[in-house]
């Protein structure tokens, strides 16, 4: 603002005035179910400021974020390391995307994640994890000659056409064809991939090490006997690691839990933004971005209008140093493995929990059908309505009683998925499975208020059938 006049921009001005308009704009000009479906679940929170692993409403409440934005806010949110490059990137007024230089922060990351990532040579930097795949299979296509991308089922890759094409979920596809010539296998059927790489036309193979959906990980062993598959028939293995990568597992990688395995294509993105600039990466061979980049012909012939941009560089470049000056990596392994053993004890306390799995900070809870009379009949009506509707009631009470975010982890399935920042440790820990004790005891009691929002649940469903 200059002495005297006015402003022509004022961010906190606008946020006071119309911030407490939030829902009604959203409503009008964007998704419009998007409120409706926050508002019949009571998700229509106000939340104020956030930070680390935690928000806070206009009250002063604090929130336990287990949900970290689906994965983007791997240090949480608003790290000071990360900001402060930000700030620092933007005061130094770089001649940033003149598309007829090279400039020194996109080379510099490359050069550190690489360094995390063996057996893989070079970078293309996109803006988000449904670009790093559509990167991903165009590469795969051209540097084989072949059409055809086989993909898992349940899997999930992205929502832009390319990565529809691998998406195992039909709910996402259905009236989007045509799609790309792609075929669905299931989740450690070795046999099937061979039968498809047999036909010959194949150029890869992307795959989840630990599917988003439902929290399901790769048999022992498949991810290996895969990957000597597909060279063997002179295809590559994509290792889609935008959720499960940089530490998300207990290891910088979830492809790296099991040995020998080196895929030929590696998609990041999510965690790699610091929670506040988009960036997608698709890591690779030396010999496919050779054969992609032919001459200087080809030098455009795939690019991003805002890839390699200073900001999201320097998101990038902050948050690899905090992973290693703060051992991020270590401390997802560490409290991952503390949720999983203290949740993986109530299994035998409640008949409703069926199973918990998963590795470092990326957990599913299951629920199964009860043994006892009263909880099956009750079970019974909501699978009928709809399945994943007890999820969802356990979703619920842990939002409005305990203040803890956390989400069902797809469509028609009675998993919660918790992907918390990975900052956290054993305060959140504890957090977390007392108030999700206090939910499973009230789902067991037979009654109460979680019931009560079932029935209201079973009512929706079936209204919108």
């Known amino acids: ?35 409706r479906m926050l508002r019949t679940i009571g998700f229509d929170k106000v939340y104020e400021r956030a930070e ?20 983007v806010m791997g240090l949480g949110r608003h790290h000071p390391v990360v900001r402060e490059a930000l700030h620092d990137v933007l005061d130094a007024s770089l001649a940033d995307l003149t598309r007829f230089d090279c400039q020194p922060l996109p080379g510099l990351l490359a050069e550190k994640l690489l360094a995390h990532s063996p057996h893989l040579d070079r970078v293309f930097f996109g803006n988000s994890g449904t670009e790093a795949v559509e990167t991903a299979l165009k590469f795969a296509r051209y540097a084989t000659g072949r059409p055809r991308v086989l993909y898992c089922a349940h899997a999930f890759h ?3 056409t390319g990565s529809l094409s691998v998406n195992g979920e039909a709910g996402f596809r259905d009236g989007f064809a ?52 597909l060279h063997r028939h002179k295809a590559l293995l994509i290792a889609d690691e935008v959720q499960t990568g940089l530490g998300r597992t207990g290891d910088f990688y979830a492809y790296q839990h099991e040995e020998g395995v080196e895929p030929d294509l590696l998609c990041v993105a999510k965690a790699l933004s610091g929670g506040y600039v988009p960036v997608g990466a698709t890591l690779g061979k030396d010999w496919i971005f050779q054969r992609v980049y032919s001459s200087m012909d080809r030098v455009l012939v795939h690019s991003a209008s805002f890839g390699s941009n200073a900001q999201a560089m320097a ?12 051992e991020i990596v270590a401390n997802a392994r560490r409290s991952g493995d503390l949720l999983r053993e203290r949740l993986t004890a109530l299994t035998g306390r409640y008949e409703l929990l069926h199973d ?35 999820a969802q009631m356990v979703v ?35 957090r977390f499975v007392g108030a ?7 789902a067991h009691s037979g009654g109460g208020l979680m019931w009560d929002f079932g029935r209201t649940l079973v009512k929706q469903a079936v209204a919108n059938r």
């Open 158 to 160: 992205g929502l832009t």
């Open 396 to 430: 619920v009470p842990l939002l409005h009683k305990h203040r803890i975010l956390t989400q069902v982890s797809g469509d028609h399935l009675e998993v919660i998925k918790l992907i918390p920042p990975l900052i956290v440790g054993e305060k959140e820990v504890d």
């Open 315 to 326: 998101a990038g470049l902050a948050v690899l140093t905090v992973m290693e000056d703060e």
């Open 52 to 71: 680390g692993a935690y928000f806070w409403d206009a009250e002063g409440n604090d929130y336990l974020d287990m949900l970290a934005g689906f994965g």
């Open 178 to 229: 045509p799609l790309l010539p792609d075929t669905e296998i299931a989740l450690g059927d070795l046999d099937a991939l061979e039968r498809e790489l047999k036909k010959g036309d194949v150029a890869g193979f992307v795959v989840e090490p630990i599917q988003g959906k439902g929290v399901h990980e790769s048999p022992p062993g498949f991810l290996r006997a895969a990957q000597e598959l």
């Open 436 to 442: 999700f004790t206090a939910v499973m005891d009230d």
């Open 1 to 35: 603002m200059t002495d005297g006049g006015p402003k022509g921009f004022d961010l906190a001005g606008l946020l006071a005035e119309r911030g407490a308009e939030r829902y009604e704009l959203h409503a009008r000009h964007l998704n419009h179910q998007l409120p």
């Open 356 to 390: 918990v799995r998963g590795r470092g900070l990326m957990i599913g809870i299951e629920f199964g059908r009860p043994a006892s009379l009263k909880l099956r009949s009750r079970w019974a009506v909501l699978q009928a309505a709809r399945k994943g509707l007890f």
